[in-house]
C-alpha cells in the first residue's frame, strides 16, 4: 500500500516535534514546580558573584529607603559632628554594599536566603492548590521575604532597636506572583501535570506505530527514532544557549546588569540542559539499536564475537546493559518525576536486548545446529 511509504516518516516527524515540546514541559515541571529544585537553584543564584553582588546592591538600597540612615548615625555621633550624618551616610553605602557581600557569603545568611525561598515557592505551589488561607499576611500574593536578611545587614552596620522593629510591611519583599495571576497559573499547572506524562507516552505511541507501520523497513525507521531524538536533544541545547542571550538582551542594555541575569538564566535552566543532553543519549541509544541490529558487516560481525556469550552467558549481557541503565541512572536526580521516564527506558532496554539476544542466537546457532534466517 503506498500510504506505508510516507506515513511512518511522518508519525516520526510528528513524534519528534511533540518530544521538543514535551521536553521543554519536563524543564518547567522539574523547576517551577518543585520546591527541592527551586530551593537548590536559589541556593546557587546566591553561591555566584554575580548574582550575590546585585543582590547586595538591592537590600542595601531596601535598608536606606526603609530606615533613616542619617538619623541613626546622627544618634551615635559626638554633638560637633552631627552635621556630618548625612554625607557620612552617603559615603557609607558603598561600603554597606562591600560589606554585605561579604555577610552574604556566609552559610548562616545563606541558610536564611534558602529557606525564605523554600517558603516562598511552597506559598506558590500553596496558591497554586487553592490554599488561599496560606497568604493572607502577603495580601494574595506570593512573595520572596528578605526582611531576616535586611535585619542581619542593618544589625551588622550597628542599626537596631525600633528603627527595625518599624521596618514596612513590604520592605525588602519581592512579589514572585501577583493573586490576580492566580486562575491563570492554575490553568497552566494543571496543563504543565497533565502533559508531563501524556506527551511522553504520546512520542512512544508515534514511535512505535512508525516502526510497526514500515514493514520491511523497520530497523530504518527504528534508527529515524533514533536521530530525531538526538536533533530535539540538540535544538534544546541550542534554545537554552541563545536563549538567554536573547533574555538578557531583552531586560536590559546595562552591562552591568547582564552578567548577573545571564548567570541566573544559566543556574536557572541547568536542568534543561540535563533534559537536552539525556534525550540525546536515549536517541543514541535507540541509533545504536538499530544498528547492531543491521544487515551490515560491522553489524554483522559484532552480533557473530557476541553470539557464544549470548548464547550461553546471557548473564553476561543483561549485567553489561545492566551497568549502562545504572550509569544513566546516577548521572541526574532520581525523584519522583524522572521515575517512571527511567522504568520506560529500562523497560525497552531488556526488552531490546533479549530481542537481539534470541536474534543472534538463531542467526549464530552452537556447532550442530541449523542457522535460521534473520528475521
Known amino acids: 500500500m503506498a500510504w506505508r511509504s510516507w506515513v511512518p516518516w511522518t508519525l516520526v516527524v510528528i513524534a519528534a516535534v511533540i518530544g521538543l515540546v514535551a521536553a521543554l514541559n ?4 522539574r523547576q517551577a514546580l518543585s520546591t527541592d529544585n ?17 543582590l547586595s546592591v538591592y537590600l542595601v538600597n531596601q535598608l536606606y529607603a526603609n530606615v533613616d540612615v542619617p538619623a541613626a548615625l546622627q544618634e551615635r555621633l559626638p554633638p560637633q559632628a552631627k552635621g556630618l550624618a548625612a554625607p557620612i551616610a552617603g559615603a557609607l553605602q558603598q561600603a554597606a554594599v562591600r560589606g554585605t557581600d561579604a555577610l552574604l557569603e556566609r552559610p548562616k545568611v545563606q541558610a536564611l536566603w534558602r529557606e525564605a525561598n523554600r517558603r516562598a515557592h511552597k506559598a506558590l505551589i500553596a496558591l497554586i492548590d487553592g490554599h488561599n488561607n496560606l497568604l493572607v499576611s502577603s495580601n494574595g500574593n506570593v512573595v520572596l521575604d528578605l526582611k531576616p536578611l535586611l535585619i542581619q545587614i542593618a544589625q551588622q552596620f550597628g542599626l537596631s532597636g525600633d528603627r527595625l522593629k518599624n521596618l514596612p510591611p513590604d520592605a525588602a519583599q519581592l512579589t514572585i506572583m501577583k493573586g490576580s495571576q492566580l486562575d491563570a497559573a492554575r490553568n497552566a499547572v494543571k496543563v504543565i501535570r497533565v502533559l508531563s506524562y501524556f506527551l511522553l507516552f504520546l512520542v512512544l505511541a508515534l514511535f512505535a506505530a512508525a516502526v510497526y507501520l514500515a514493514e520491511g523497513r523497520r530497523l530504518t525507521l527504528l534508527m529515524a527514532c533514533g536521530v530525531s531524538l538526538v536533533i530535539v536533544g540538540l535544538i534544546v541545547l541550542v534554545v537554552r544557549r541563545y536563549g538567554g542571550n536573547y533574555l538578557v538582551d531583552a531586560l536590559t542594555n546595562d552591562p552591568t546588569q547582564k552578567k548577573p541575569i545571564s548567570a ?22 535507540i541509533m545504536f539499536a ?8 560491522a553489524a554483522t560481525w559484532v552480533r557473530r564475537m557476541l553470539a557464544p556469550t549470548m548464547r550461553d552467558h546471557p548473564v553476561i549481557i543483561y549485567g553489561a546493559v545492566s551497568l549502562a541503565l545504572f550509569i544513566i541512572l546516577i548521572a541526574g536526580p532520581t525523584d519522583a518525576q524522572r521515575i517512571f521516564p527511567l522504568l520506560i527506558l529500562f523497560g525497552f532496554a531488556f526488552a531490546g536486548t533479549e530481542a537481539l539476544r534470541r536474534r543472534t542466537a538463531r542467526e549464530f546457532p552452537a556447532a550442530g545446529q541449523a542457522s ?3 528475521g
Do not use: C, F, H
Open 372 to 374: 535460521a534466517p534473520a
Open 38 to 54: 527551586w530551593t537548590n537553584a536559589s541556593t546557587q543564584l546566591l553561591e555566584n558573584d554575580q548574582i550575590r553582588g546585585a
Open 26 to 29: 519536563v524543564w518547567v515541571k
Open 290 to 297: 538499530a544498528w547492531i541490529a543491521g544487515a551490515s558487516r
Open 264 to 285: 541566573a538564566w544559566a543556574i536557572e535552566t541547568s536542568l534543561l540542559r540535563n533534559v537536552g543532553v539525556n534525550t540525546i543519549i536515549y536517541g543514541i541509544g
